[in-house]
């Protein structure tokens, strides 16, 4: 499989944005993390051992620790700077270090979008989870910076007759539901939603992107370093396509949330085709709705 993102590149990008922390830069963690605490109040389990997986942040491991269904949770990261000095473990990066059915929960928050091989990451969450093991997880989706990528297009076109990749590409949702099936897990489901942030300026999602460390780790990307010209007429663009009556401008992010369990003989299972044993014919003619 070809690689898209220099994973060095994007570590060394991340480590950066810790090291010089910005508050409030993780604002979209923190939204993504409130929503996990809501899908897990509505899962009638308890865990005994979940494990967090690259998440670069301990607010997983704080919302499954206060939700009382897990008993014990491992966090794993790619590097020491995002544990901070709390316990976990230091992993390769797409790597599920567990043995085989030992994870009552696997969560990933924020992580899958920028790894090179998703399938075969799911493939190793769906081993490392015991039967009737749950996955739940949170990607950006297509649609999401979807606003930053035009203009830039538009700027970089109009000023050099071409354009290199600046976004990263995104799934849509129906390709990330068809991953989980692809990687054994039962009763995948697979929903996006999508927030909405507002800026005074392009330029304030910019400074977040790069506080985030969210900043363009593409292999293909242009390494000519983009120009004050090619900002400023982004900027300019932004601003007469995706301003609102205010003049702050908006900035999309598709959150895809991905749930799937470990394949179980208890697990209720979809009737074969033609084991009905009542037609449609008689249900509406009964109902008198023929």
């Known amino acids: 499989m070809q690689p898209l993102f220099d994973t060095a590149l994007w570590l060394t990008r991340k480590r950066r944005a810790l090291a010089r922390h910005t508050s409030g830069a993780d604002f979209l963690m923190q939204r993504v993390a409130a929503d996990l605490a809501d899908r897990l109040a509505t899962v009638e389990r308890r865990f005994d051992h979940a494990a967090a997986l690259f998440c670069q942040t301990a607010h997983v491991t704080d919302i499954l620790a206060a939700s009382g269904k897990v008993d014990k949770v491992t966090r794993i990261e790619a590097d020491p700077a995002f544990l901070a000095g709390g316990q976990g473990m230091v992993a390769a990066p797409e790597t599920v270090p567990f043995e085989p059915g030992s994870l009552d929960l696997i969560v990933s928050l924020l992580a899958l979008q920028s790894m090179n091989d998703i399938p075969g990451m799911l493939a190793q969450i769906r081993r490392a ?35 290199s990749p600046r976004v990263i ?99 209720q299972k979809p009737l074969k085709p033609g084991s009905a044993t009542v037609s449609l014919e008689k249900f509406l003619k009964e109902s008198g709705q023929e």
């Open 129 to 163: 989870l015991k039967p009737d093991g749950l996955f739940l997880g949170a990607m950006t989706g297509s649609g999401t910076l979807a606003e930053l990528r035009e203009s830039l297009l538009v700027a970089e076109t109009e000023l050099h007759g071409g354009a």
């Open 169 to 267: 590409p995104f799934a849509d949702v129906r390709d990330a539901g068809a991953l989980l099936q692809r990687a054994g897990l039962a009763l995948p489901v697979a929903d996006v939603e999508t927030v909405t942030v507002r800026y005074g300026t392009p330029f304030g999602l910019m400074n977040d992107l790069k506080a985030m460390g969210e900043t363009n780790a593409l292999i293909d990307r242009s390494r000519r370093p983009m120009s004050r010209a090619l900002l400023a007429r982004a900027a300019e663009i932004y601003s007469e396509r995706f301003s609102d009556g205010d003049g702050r401008v908006r900035a999309s992010f598709s959150i895809i949330w991905l749930s799937g369990w470990a394949p179980d003989a208890s697990q």
